[in-house]
């Protein structure tokens, strides 16, 4: 819905015509008939937004003249203008005309930026104060090279998924500092944000990682190998990158996170649930780029990707022999143990602690067959 003004001075016209006005203002319009149309002011009507106002707020000034008080206004319906119209008896529109009723726009706040593979920048805010000004707003992203550079606004407000963003998508240089601000402007103020300085190779992120491939440990029926490929788009540029792992299972909504993945690109997730679907993501955050000391930021999530772990012997056979059950409490505890142990004293996804573990458990399974054996002698 926008706001329609209708200016016929041949018959009618309303005095102030498109005011602006604070919030709280009070306002005397007046709808000044035309010689020709020979009607009587007392004949007349207001309507605010299609609704008719009460007579009791009008005023016959003369026999052309009808006025109409409004008082402590609040803020316009739409951004475009409240209609404020004169009719006469029959309901024919003589005049209109558009309130503006709001406020300045107060400093933004909240500016941050980040570029995507260092090739464009993208930067959101939040408006200041309650952030609503009942009126139109104009929000402009301008930035600068902080020496040399001249001024220059963003043009691309419509890509982002926020309201308060924009996207510059070239022309960008490395290794020199910008300055960058936002300024708001409306018919009752403006104001401008706080300068942010950054150079784009502090506030680079990827695109998520690429062939994100989840797949079983053998026949071990609590583990899932995570593999992926580094983000192509960096190849040529000097940087470490981190990564992070979060999995859920199928029927579930709560991801687990393993923070501890470091540099690597294939991981180990272990301690999982026996014939199980998991889902699995991974994503980057590329540190350091050519020196830079900031601590990057993470890109998106990549698409999730499924895989299921074995279904154990246990289950598929149904064992009841409580000297079985009683073997994997055991065994759950003493994995228990040792991860507790791992976590303490290893990094979670590091070849050492999978190392470690591969051959804790062959130990395991030939401590058992010892102990068996033993068993066996003894009632032999």
Same mark, same amino acid.
């Given at each position: 819905v926008?706001c329609?003004?209708?200016?016929?001075p041949?018959?009618?016209?309303?005095?102030p015509?498109?005011?602006?006005?604070?919030?709280?203002?009070s306002l005397?319009a007046t709808?000044?008939l035309?010689?020709e149309?020979g009607?009587?002011a007392?004949?007349l009507?207001?309507?605010?937004?299609g609704?008719?106002?009460?007579s009791s707020t009008y005023?016959v000034v %003369? #026999?052309?003249?009808?006025?109409? &008080? *409004?008082?402590r +206004?609040?803020?316009?319906?739409?951004?475009?203008?409240d209609n404020?119209?004169c009719?006469?008896?029959?309901g024919?529109?003589?005049?209109?005309?558009?309130l503006?009723v709001?406020?300045?726009?107060e400093?933004?706040?909240?500016?941050?930026c980040?570029s995507r593979?260092?090739?464009?920048?993208?930067c959101k805010?939040?408006?200041g104060g309650?952030?609503?000004t009942?009126?139109?707003?104009?929000?402009?992203l301008?930035?600068?090279?902080r020496?040399?550079?001249?001024?220059?606004?963003?043009?691309?407000y419509?890509?982002g998924?926020q309201?308060?963003?924009?996207y510059?998508p070239r022309d960008?240089?490395l290794?020199?500092?910008?300055?960058?601000?936002v300024e708001?402007?409306?018919?009752l103020? %403006? #104001?401008?944000?706080?300068?942010? &300085? *950054?150079?784009? +190779?502090?506030?680079v992120?990827?695109?998520?990682p690429?062939n994100v491939?989840?797949s079983?440990?053998?026949?071990?029926?609590?583990?899932?190998?995570?593999?992926?490929?580094s983000?192509?788009?960096?190849?040529?540029?000097?940087?470490?990158a981190k990564?992070q792992?979060?999995?859920?299972?199928e029927d579930s909504?709560?991801?687990k996170?393993?923070d501890?993945v470091g540099?690597?690109?294939?991981?180990?997730l272990?301690?999982?649930?026996?014939?199980?679907v998991?889902?699995?993501q991974?994503r980057?955050n590329?540190?350091?780029?050519?020196?830079s000391?900031?601590a990057?930021?993470?890109?998106?999530?990549?698409?999730?990707?499924a895989a299921?772990?074995p279904?154990?012997e246990?289950l598929q056979?149904?064992?009841?022999?409580?000297?079985?059950?009683?073997q994997?409490?055991t065994l759950r505890r003493?994995?228990?143990?040792?991860?507790?142990w791992?976590?303490?004293?290893a990094?979670?996804?590091?070849?050492m602690?999978?190392?470690?573990?591969?051959q804790?458990?062959?130990?395991?399974?030939?401590s058992?067959?010892?102990?068996?054996?033993?068993l066996?002698?003894d009632?032999?």
């Amino acid at each position: 819905v926008v706001c329609l003004c209708f200016h016929h001075p041949e018959v009618a016209e309303i005095f102030p015509q498109d005011p602006v006005l604070r919030i709280g203002s009070s306002l005397t319009a007046t709808c000044t008939l035309s010689s020709e149309t020979g009607l009587h002011a007392s004949t007349l009507y207001w309507t605010l937004n299609g609704k008719r106002l009460a007579s009791s707020t009008y005023e016959v000034v %003369s #026999a052309s003249a009808l006025s109409v &008080t *409004l008082h402590r +206004l609040n803020g316009s319906q739409q951004q475009s203008g409240d209609n404020l119209v004169c009719h006469g008896r029959d309901g024919h529109v003589l005049a209109g005309s558009c309130l503006y009723v709001g406020m300045p726009p107060e400093k933004p706040v909240n500016l941050t930026c980040w570029s995507r593979n260092t090739k464009d920048l993208s930067c959101k805010w939040s408006p200041g104060g309650r952030g609503e000004t009942f009126i139109r707003t104009k929000y402009t992203l301008k930035y600068k090279l902080r020496w040399y550079g001249r001024e220059k606004e963003c043009e691309d407000y419509t890509t982002g998924q926020q309201r308060y963003s924009c996207y510059i998508p070239r022309d960008l240089a490395l290794f020199t500092p910008y300055e960058i601000w936002v300024e708001a402007a409306n018919q009752l103020g %403006s #104001a401008t944000s706080d300068i942010i &300085t *950054l150079d784009i +190779l502090d506030v680079v992120t990827t695109d998520p990682p690429d062939n994100v491939l989840v797949s079983r440990v053998g026949e071990l029926e609590d583990q899932l190998t995570v593999r992926w490929a580094s983000p192509p788009a960096l190849k040529d540029f000097l940087f470490q990158a981190k990564y992070q792992i979060r999995y859920r299972l199928e029927d579930s909504s709560e991801w687990k996170v393993v923070d501890d993945v470091g540099n690597q690109t294939s991981c180990r997730l272990a301690g999982l649930r026996a014939g199980t679907v998991y889902f699995v993501q991974v994503r980057c955050n590329p540190v350091g780029i050519y020196g830079s000391r900031k601590a990057g930021i993470w890109s998106d999530w990549s698409h999730p990707t499924a895989a299921s772990t074995p279904i154990s012997e246990r289950l598929q056979s149904g064992s009841c022999d409580p000297k079985s059950g009683e073997q994997n409490s055991t065994l759950r505890r003493e994995l228990k143990q040792f991860f507790g142990w791992v976590r303490k004293h290893a990094y979670g996804c590091s070849g050492m602690s999978i190392k470690l573990y591969d051959q804790w458990r062959v130990w395991l399974q030939k401590s058992h067959k010892t102990r068996n054996q033993i068993l066996q002698e003894d009632n032999s």
